[in-house]
Nanobody, 128 residues
């Protein structure tokens, strides 16, 4: 089973940028569709972005479209989330997630229940 560890969170001013990284260990990311989710205080976990196993298809939540970019480096077992033009409402714990779909190379699921491997999360705080 793959294990996921997020990094790159921190405190940033509104309008700034952060790049989150998700490192996989235990096995390669080959065959895994990857996603990013977030959970703000007192709220449920919500979809942010997903990228297909091949990297050829991506999907974003409407709230981050045009500001965030998801990418992956399968050779180095990493997934990234570049976050630009950050807003206070982006403040949350960000989670990396994986689902093994070796025969579905272009899917980008957005449901929490569609992922079965999760990292521990990294805090992103956007100040005014």
């Amino acid at each position: 089973q793959v294990q996921l560890v997020e990094s790159g969170g921190g405190l940033v001013q509104a309008g700034g940028s952060l790049r989150l990284s998700c490192a996989a260990s235990g096995r390669t990311l080959s065959g895994y569709t990857m996603g990013w989710f977030r959970q703000a205080p007192g709220q449920g976990r919500e979809f942010v972005a997903a990228i297909s196993w091949s990297g050829g298809r991506v999907k974003y939540a409407d709230s981050v479209k045009g500001r965030f970019t998801i990418s992956r480096d399968n050779a180095n077992n990493r997934v990234y989330l570049q976050m630009n033009s950050l807003k206070q409402e982006d403040t949350a714990v960000y989670y990396c997630a994986a689902t093994f779909r070796p025969f579905a190379t272009e899917v980008t699921p957005s449901g929490i229940n569609e992922y079965d491997r999760w990292g521990q999360g990294t805090q992103v705080t956007v100040s005014s």
